[in-house]
C-alpha cells in the first residue's frame, strides 16, 4: 500500500484516528493491534511494503492535539482549535472545516514550523525502525495534497532513501504551491541537495474536475514540452484505484466496454463545489489519459501521460485493509457497524454531489516486480513502470511484450528469464517493429489464494489514428471453464456462484490460472498505441454483502 495515513495526517486525527505511523507498520508486517474504535484486528496476510502517505498540510499536528502538546499553546490559532476540537462535536467539525478551507486556498494558518519538524522526524524514526530489507519494507514518503476550488491534485511522493537523506527536508505542501511544476521542481532541489531519488505518484483523478489530466497548465496556457518532460521523469505511475472509486475508465468514455462502470464516482469533486459533467471526465480517468497522451506527444515529442498503474488504499485508519470479507472503511467512523454503510461520506455543496460510505470501494493495492524487498528495488519498479494494480485481491499478474514470442513459451518453466531476453516486461517500451511482425503479449495470471477465481484476461488497446482521433478496443484472450472467444469476446458470461443471503460464493466456476499468447491482429505500425491488460475474477460478494450477512440489516436497491 502507498497511500496510507496515519494520526499524523490532520484530516485522519480530525476523523477519530489515534493511531500513530508505528502502528500503521505493525499491522501491515502482519501483527495484531487495536483500531481507534477499539477493535483488535489482523490481516490474513502481511503486506510486503508500506508508504505511511501523510498530508504534508499541518504534518503532524492532530497527533500534538491529542497528546495536548504544550507547542500548540505557542501559536493562537492551533490554540484555538485544541480548544475547539475537545469541544462539541460541531465545534470540533468548525474547526476542522476552516483547516481544510485552507488548504484548499493555499493559506497556512499555522506559523510554528517546529510542528511540522518535530512530526517528520518522529515520522522517519518509526520508518527506520520497522524496516527489515528481505522482509517488511517501509517506505519513506508523504502526501502532496494540492486541492485548488476542491480539484484534486494530490500526489504521494515515495523516496527511495533512508532517514538520512529524508531529515535533511521538510515535505513540500500545498502551502508552499499548488501547482505540481513546482512539487517537481522541489523534488530536483531534494535529489540535488541530498543525492536521493524521488518520484511522485498522482492519485484519485476522478474526483476532481478534469485537472488531473487537463491539457493546461494551472498557472495558465498550454502544456508544453518542458511540461511533458517533466511530468514523464517524476511521475511514472498513476495511482487508478482505491476506496473513492476506480479511475480506469467511465461509461461514458468507453461506451462499449461493459465492465467500465465499477466504482464510479461523478458526482462532484471534493466537497462538491463543482458537479462534475461530461466534458471534465477526459481530464479524469487513465485510458482517456494514456490516449491523450499519444496525442500530446505527437504535438510535443514527449508523452506527458505515459504511466503504470498502482493501486492503494487512500485510507484513514492506519490500517490497510482490502478485502471484501473484512472491510474497514476509509475512517474510523466507518470502520465495521451496523449503519456504516448509510453514514455521509463527505457532504456535498451543490445538490447532487454527496457521496456514502456504502460507494466507497476495498481498494487497493501495488504489486511490483522485484529481485528484492528493499527501498531501493521497490522504487527502481516504480520508475521502470513493472507495476500493477488491483481492487485488494492479491493477484500474481505478469506481462511481457515482444515481436517473436511464440505460444509454447508462456508455459515454460523459464517463462519469466525469456521474456526479460526476447522481450520487455510490463512498463516497456516495442519500438522499431520489424517488417511484417506485430506486437506480441505473453501473459501469466495467478489468482491470490484466498480469494476468487479468475474469470477472463482482456487486452486494452488504445491508438490515434491517421486523422489525430483516439480510439480504443478491449479484447478478451483468455477465458475460464474453456468458454470460446467469439468476435474479441469470451462468448459466454462466466456466471455467478454468490448467494448473497450469506454472503457466500464457491469456487466451482473460474480457473485458478489463466495464460495467453496474444499478437495484434489490427496492428499498424505508422500508429503510436498502447497496451494494458486486466485480470477479472469471478463474481463475489462486496463488502456491503458481508455487512447485510454479519449484521442482518437491510440496505437500499442501490446498494451494490
Not at 36 to 56: I, M, N, Q
Not at 464 to 488: L, P
Request: charged share 30%; net charge negative; with cysteine.
Amino acid at each position: 500500500d502507498t497511500h496510507l495515513h496515519s494520526s499524523y495526517s490532520f484530516d485522519a486525527g480530525f476523523f477519530g484516528n489515534t493511531l500513530p505511523p508505528d502502528v500503521a507498520y505493525r499491522f501491515a508486517r502482519g501483527e495484531e493491534v487495536t483500531s481507534s474504535t477499539g477493535e483488535r484486528v489482523k490481516l490474513v496476510r502481511p503486506l510486503d511494503f508500506l508508504v505511511v502517505a501523510d498530508h504534508a498540510e499541518y504534518f503532524g499536528m492532530s497527533e500534538l492535539m491529542a497528546k495536548g502538546d504544550p507547542v500548540l499553546m505557542e501559536d493562537e490559532v492551533t490554540a484555538r482549535w485544541y480548544k475547539m476540537r475537545r469541544g462539541t462535536k460541531e465545534e470540533s467539525m468548525q474547526a476542522f472545516y476552516e483547516g481544510v478551507e485552507s488548504v484548499s486556498t493555499a493559506k497556512n494558518l499555522v506559523k510554528n514550523p517546529a510542528m511540522q519538524r518535530t512530526a517528520w522526524d518522529m515520522t522517519l524514526e518509526y520508518a527506520e525502525q520497522f524496516n527489515e530489507p528481505g522482509k517488511f519494507t517501509s517506505i519513506i514518503g508523504w502526501e502532496w495534497s494540492a486541492l485548488p476550488n476542491g480539484n484534486n491534485l494530490h500526489r504521494v511522493v515515495m523516496l527511495r532513501d533512508g532517514a538520512d537523506r529524508a531529515k535533511q527536508i521538510i515535505p513540500f505542501s500545498a502551502f508552499d504551491s499548488q501547482d505540481p511544476e513546482d512539487l517537481w521542481d522541489s523534488l530536483q532541489k531534494y535529489e540535488d541537495k541530498t543525492g536521493g531519488r524521488a518520484l511522485a505518484i498522482a492519485h484519485n483523478g476522478n474526483w476532481g474536475t478534469g485537472l488531473m489530466f487537463g491539457l493546461e497548465k494551472i498557472k495558465g496556457g498550454k502544456i508544453d514540452s518542458t511540461y511533458a518532460e517533466n511530468r514523464a521523469r517524476w511521475e511514472p505511475v498513476y495511482e487508478v484505484t482505491q476506496i473513492k472509486g476506480d479511475s480506469e475508465t467511465h461509461p461514458v468514455l468507453s461506451p462499449n466496454d461493459e465492465f467500465a462502470d465499477f466504482g464510479t464516482w461523478d458526482k462532484g469533486d471534493i466537497g462538491g463545489r463543482n458537479v462534475i459533467t461530461e466534458d471534465m471526465l477526459p481530464g479524469q480517468y487513465a485510458r482517456s489519459a494514456l490516449l491523450r497522451g499519444l496525442q500530446q506527444e505527437a504535438k510535443l515529442g514527449t508523452n506527458p501521460f505515459k504511466f503504470g498503474l498502482v493501486g492503494s488504499s487512500d485510507a484513514h485508519t492506519s490500517l490497510a485493509t482490502t478485502r471484501e470479507d473484512n472491510y474497514f472503511g476509509k475512517n474510523p467512523a466507518s470502520e465495521p457497524a451496523a449503519d456504516r454503510w448509510d453514514h455521509v461520506f463527505m457532504e456535498g455543496e451543490k445538490e447532487g454531489t454527496t457521496y456514502y460510505n456504502w460507494e466507497t470501494l476495498a481498494s487497493g493495492l501495488a504489486a511490483a516486480w522485484t529481485r528484492e524487498n528493499t527501498r531501493d528495488s521497490i522504487w527502481d519498479a516504480f520508475k521502470r513502470r513493472e507495476v500493477y494494480a488491483t481492487t485488494g485481491s492479491r493477484i500474481l499478474v505478469r506481462v511481457f511484450g515482444g515481436w517473436d514470442f511464440t505460444a509454447d513459451e508462456v508455459e515454460r518453466h523459464d517463462f519469466a528469464e525469456r521474456g526479460y531476453k526476447g522481450g520487455v516486461p510490463m512498463g516497456g517500451d516495442l519500438k522499431n517493429a520489424p517488417e511484417g511482425k506485430a506486437p506480441t503479449l505473453l501473459i501469466r495470471a495467478l489468482r491470490d489464494p484466498d480469494n476468487a477465481n479468475l474469470d477472463r484476461i482482456q487486452i486494452v488497446k488504445g491508438w490515434v489514428n491517421a486523422r489525430g482521433k483516439s480510439e480504443e478496443r478491449i479484447y478478451d484472450v483468455a477465458c475460464s471453464d474453456g468458454r470460446a472467444i467469439a468476435e474479441r469476446r469470451c462468448a459466454k458470461p462466466v456466471g455467478s456462484t454468490v448467494n448473497t443471503a450469506d454472503a457466500s460464493y464457491t469456487n466451482t466456476i473460474g480457473d485458478p490460472l489463466l495464460t495467453a499468447h496474444w499478437k495484434d491482429p489490427d496492428f499498424d505500425p505508422d500508429q503510436r498505441a498502447f497496451y494494458y491488460v486486466r485480470v477479472l475474477e469471478i463474481p463475489k460478494p462486496s463488502w456491503q454483502a458481508h455487512d447485510v450477512s454479519r449484521y442482518g440489516v437491510k440496505m437500499s436497491d442501490e446498494v451494490p
